[in-house]
């Protein structure tokens, strides 16, 4: 378990160090973020003490070196204060982040390890059926990484949700009931899911077909999968033995590409005027809410890093090699 | 070793493999012609590059792409009666065949065992494909028995293939060789890849396992030395041709070929008087502009004008036997076509009480 | 994942999986990228969209800003006036997808030409060096690699004050900080295992200096690596900036695709069906990174020729087949050989299988095979 623990020691400085990027941004960028802030605050009524907080926040008017704005900030997040929202009625950052934050990990959560499940097995079928009609989709799947997330998402809208009519068009939910587990909610969540989520699988799905292709031609032409052969066991069988070997890789690309996902399916939340992170994201940029978008980015990265630790954990219990207790 | 008094198991007519088709091919094996008797240990020689790997997977019909098979036949007879065409063997029939019948020993046993699964799936899953009648309980103390067969304590059954030292995992390739004692053991250089010390000790304990349970060998090594000591009887390939073909003693005490002669030479004995170590000039053929005629010509110190423009076949050679069944001989050269004397270090050997020439 | 480390889950992995052994510097030949049908659209699409880039703002037959009309307020469709239609300030659509491409294809070179610096930086150092350099560098790397890119820069440009958002430059020096961990992985993986070879080896023990070594015998192995992570980050590069500026990120006034899809989301273009104003610059982005995905398809199988699609095309089994034979099959299945051609089991004569004929004469050819006198199949042969 060295392995894993020199893994979690890793995360924790990546932690410390996106909240330390996270607190200098706002200081080292050229202009005065209070200012910024109060320019489109125009119209709401600013108090002293929004004034005195936003200054507490950004680290000017104070009479307190970097130093100590660090430590304060570093005390204020350990204590759950991610500072006040100021675009969305002056509640807690958190407050807010915690009325997305479900839906993101609903719709990006399953649609990422959807998309890595599907890519997986079709890319081990286009590698075992290597040379047959399956090869001639790989270009177009090039097409499908290479378009950006949000295209596609307003392509699906377009095509399934106004031409069609199939689906709605955008939002979680049609009604703002409370949420209730009842038939007509459940369902009706998973009626305004399907489009997004079959956008960020589509588009993803791309990446990890090829990438397990690849690496399963590689690993197929390996003495074991040859034995596996010559052993006269059933064909699926010595596809099992070769997959089993070339997920590994696989799996490190999914902590790589974790990145890349998150990014797009908050893109496409967007298009779809989906309430999770990516559209208050969006709002706390146009806003200039400075603290929502700090606040959003750390969540993200923790998120990130939750579960790239979860691969490791996969990885090291499918790799008997990683275990060596030297 | 004893001589093998069994009937042929498997006869290769003819084989011809190539890899990629069309102009740009690549002859690897041409022509072959092998038998391999029950319990036999034939030693199959040559360079790299020769096609005796070629030809020993083609036989199974293991050749990776774009390996092709060409022409000739294999028919594999497990018992007096009964007779299987490999080369048009449908695929149940060949994976039923393969492990319980024919199996393999590869050379680096790191990368012919699965590394993510344990030695005791890898022992049991052969079991478990061709023997479903046997039990969880029953396939894990076969497995342990495998083990203890070459010397392993069965609490490796759950290690790793990364755990084991190099020899301990060319014995655990042997014990999931013989799992389900098949009749032909294909060994494709076992021992390349160990120190000498452990060469040794796993030679020793084929041999043995081979005395016990009776199967045939077919070992493939570009090292003629080893064959000395286990082989029953050796064929020589070069650029994928059979040049000779004899019984393991006959070949080193009077080798027939120009390129036998070379690789006996290459060679130092640790006995008898010192000589001077010849090896052969030149290098092996490119396999896709190989020269005419007899592929070996170039590099013949016995060369003659026919070499140049006839390529000769396997001839027969007079088998002077003994009684005992009789390795027929036979070498690819003109010079042994009975139409004028060979040079007398290519001549057969006097008839010595006993022994074949 | 980790880069670096011995600890590094997948860096075994990663190296079993690097390219064939690269040879030394002398006598290699030129870098010949084979004539794959990927390799030469991609080439082609890129060549078109670079052209665009440069000329666009020439051939866009309007002023892209220019407002048409000031009484309507709905984007027009096609027409014959605009070729693609209005946008919601009636500026034409198809003049601000020609102008737009520079801004999108500058950003994205300039960020994948610096990335690709940074990574051969740090990469090739933290490979060659090893040590206490090797594991800071790594860990750098790790943290770039880890750290969510997007949200990142959404961060950096929202903070950025709006007049530094129309620096072509300075965004792509941004996004390049963002791009270059991945590539600087790879770059280490091989320099370490090519700082491994023979070569190198005996030029360190001759006394070569560092970087002489690095410069003539490392990098040009790296080369076909280099071209393949700078095309991946050109495509990043493409993607994020297109994104950020949807966004909104970006000084709304300085044309790109991205731009426009953003005015696009303003006017709701999908809600309403707008489709000249988002499908134009979106498909144009994806164009860019197919073009771009494909040329890099086409190096990854150059740099690992297993990964060429398999089997023989149509035309050439047809070609291959010798007279008498089967065709080569067009797909290759392990553990099954294909047999062209082949003699049926020799019906066994009285003498038994011990001497069995020769041949006659001479090997004119392999297919030249002497048909055995009593040619019959058999699948069982009588007790004896």
Redesign the interface.
């Known amino acids: 378990m060295y392995v894993i623990s020199r893994r979690i020691g890793f995360y924790i400085l990546t932690a410390i160090a996106a909240v330390t990027v996270d607190f200098f941004i706002p200081r080292v960028m050229p202009g005065n973020p209070v200012n910024a802030v109060l320019a489109k605050m125009q119209n709401t009524n600013v108090t002293k003490a929004t004034l005195r907080a936003l200054e507490v926040e950004f680290g000017s008017g104070t009479r307190e070196g970097i130093w100590g704005q660090y430590v304060r900030y570093w005390n204020n997040i350990l204590h759950g204060n991610l500072g006040i929202s100021t675009s969305n009625g002056m509640v807690p950052v958190t407050t807010v982040i915690r009325g997305a934050l479900p839906w993101t990990l609903g719709l990006v959560g399953t649609a990422t390890v959807l998309s890595f499940i599907l890519g997986t097995l079709l890319g081990v079928l286009v590698a075992w059926r290597r040379g047959s009609w399956l090869d001639t989709l790989l270009p177009a799947t090039t097409f499908f990484q290479a378009a950006p997330y949000f295209f596609l998402a307003f392509l699906a809208i377009d095509l399934f949700a106004i031409k069609l009519g199939w689906f709605p068009a955008g939002s979680a939910r049609s009604t703002l009931d409370f949420p209730a587990l009842s038939w007509t909610y459940i369902s009706d969540v998973l009626d305004h899911a399907i489009l997004p989520a079959l956008t960020i699988v589509v588009a993803s799905a791309a990446g990890w077909i090829v990438g397990m292709r690849n690496v399963m031609i590689t690993t197929m032409d390996e003495d074991y999968v040859l034995i596996a052969q010559a052993k006269g066991l059933p064909k699926r069988r010595v596809i099992w033995y070769a997959a089993r070997n070339a997920i590994l890789p696989s799996i490190s690309g999914f902590s790589l590409a974790i990145g890349f996902v998150v990014s797009g399916a908050l893109l496409t939340e967007i298009v779809f005027s989906y309430p999770g992170l990516g559209f208050i994201l969006l709002s706390a940029v146009q806003e200039a809410d400075y603290a929502l978008l700090q606040g959003i980015f750390l969540v993200i990265t923790m998120a990130v890093l939750i579960a790239n630790l979860a691969a490791d954990f996969v990885y090291v219990f499918l790799d008997p090699r990683t275990r060596q207790e030297a | 070793m004893s001589v093998p008094a069994g009937h ?1 198991l498997l ?1 290769v ?2 084989l ?1 493999a190539d890899y ?4 740009d ?1 690549v ?1 690897a094996v ?2 072959a ?1 092998l ?1 391999l008797q029950s319990g036999e240990v034939l030693g199959l020689a040559g360079e790299s590059g020769s096609g005796k790997s070629t030809l020993a ?2 036989i ?14 294999v ?1 594999y ?1 497990p018992r ?4 299987v ?1 490999l ?2 063997a449908e ?1 149940g029939t ?7 019948q024919i ?2 020993v ?1 050379q ?1 046993a790191m ?8 030695i005791g799936a890898q022992l049991t ?2 079991l478990r ?2 023997r479903p009648d046997l039990s969880k309980a029953a396939r894990r103390a076969r497995a342990a028995g495998l083990l203890a067969m070459v010397g392993i304590t069965a609490d490796r059954l759950d290690s ?1 293939p ?2 084991l030292s190099g020899g301990m995992r060319q014995r655990v390739m042997i014990a999931m060789a013989l799992a389900l004692e098949p009749q032909v053991v294909i060994m494709d250089e076992p021992t390349t890849a160990l120190d000498v010390v452990t060469q040794r000790e796993i030679l020793q304990e084929l041999m043995e396992l081979r005395e016990r349970l009776g199967f045939a060998v077919l070992f493939i090594t570009h090292d003629l030395s080893l064959l000395i000591e286990i082989a029953d009887s050796i064929a020589v390939m070069y650029a994928g041709r059979l040049v000779e073909r004899a019984a393991a003693k006959a070949l080193f005490r009077a080798p027939r070929h120009p390129y036998t002669l070379g690789l006996l030479s290459s060679f130092p004995a640790l006995h008898g008087p010192r000589r001077h170590l010849t090896g052969i000039p030149g290098s092996p053929p490119d396999l896709r502009r190989l020269p005419s005629g007899c592929v070996f010509h170039p590099r013949c110190s016995y060369v003659m004008d026919r070499c140049r423009t ?7 050679l007079a088998a002077t036997g003994d009684g005992l ?1 009789s390795v ?1 001989r ?1 070498a690819a050269c003109w010079l042994q076509d009975g139409s004028a004397p060979p040079p007398p270090e290519l001549a057969a050997a006097p008839d010595l009480a006993g022994s074949q020439s | 994942m980790a880069v670096g480390s011995s600890t590094d889950l997948g860096a075994t992995q990663a190296a079993d999986l690097t390219p064939p052994p690269p040879r030394p510097l002398a006598g290699r030949g030129r870098l010949r990228l084979p004539r794959s049908p990927k390799v030469l659209i991609g080439l082609g699409g890129l060549a078109v969209f670079l052209v665009v880039a440069v000329i666009g703002p020439w051939l866009a037959p309007y002023n892209p800003t220019r407002a048409f009309s000031t009484t309507a307020s709905f984007p027009q469709p096609p027409s014959a006036a605009h070729l693609l239609g209005t946008t919601q300030q009636q500026q034409d659509v198809f003049s601000q997808l020609l102008a737009g491409g520079r801004s999108t294809v500058l950003v994205a070179f300039v960020a994948g030409l610096l990335a690709t610096v940074l990574s051969v930086l740090i990469g090739v150092t933290a490979g060659y060096a090893a040590g206490l350099a090797d594991d800071l560098l790594s860990m750098l790397a790790n943290f770039f690699l880890v750290m969510p890119a997007l949200p990142l820069l959404i961060v950096i440009f929202g903070f950025l004050p709006p007049s530094q958002g129309g620096d072509d430059v300075l965004i792509g020096a941004i996004i390049a900080i963002t791009g270059w961990a991945f590539g600087a992985r790879v770059l280490r993986a091989q320099t370490l295992s090519l700082r491994n070879r023979d070569y190198v080896e005996s030029a360190r023990i001759t006394g070569e200096r560092g970087w002489r070594i690095i410069g003539f015998e490392i990098l040009p192995n790296l080369i076909p690596i280099l071209a393949s992570s700078f095309l991946f980050t050109v495509l990043y590069g493409v993607g994020t900036y297109t994104a950020l500026a949807f966004l909104g990120l970006v000084n709304p006034n300085h044309l790109s695709w991205g731009g426009m899809l953003f005015y696009a989301q303003v006017a709701g273009a999908e809600q309403s069906g707008y489709w000249w104003l988002f499908i134009p610059p979106g498909l144009a982005v994806a164009l860019l990174g197919t073009s771009l995905a494909l040329l890099n398809f086409g190096i990854d199988e150059f740099i690992n020729p297993r990964l060429r699609a398999g089997g023989l095309s149509r035309r050439r089994a047809r070609r291959a087949q010798v007279p008498g034979t089967a065709r080569p099959p067009r797909r290759f299945e392990l553990g099954m050989t294909p047999v062209i051609r082949s003699t049926p089991l020799t019906a066994v004569n009285g003498a038994g299988l011990q001497d069995f004929p020769e041949r006659p004469g001479t090997h004119a050819s392999p297919s030249a095979d002497g048909r055995p006198d009593a040619a019959r199949r058999w699948r069982g042969r009588r007790p004896r």
Request: aromatic share 4%; net charge negative; hydrophobic share 40%.
């Open positions: 042929p006869e007519r003819g011809c990629g088709a069309g102009p091919a002859h041409i022509g012609d038998v997977y083609a199974t019909r293991l050749l990776r792409a774009p390996g092709m098979i060409t022409g000739g036949s028919g007879y007096p009666g009964t007779a065409d080369l048009s695929e060949l994976r039923v065949l393969r492990w319980s199996s393999v590869m680096s990368n012919a065992l699965n590394p993510v699964l344990s899953d052969v494909a061709h790793h990364h755990e006839d390529a000769p076949a396997l001839l027969p069944s027929p036979a």
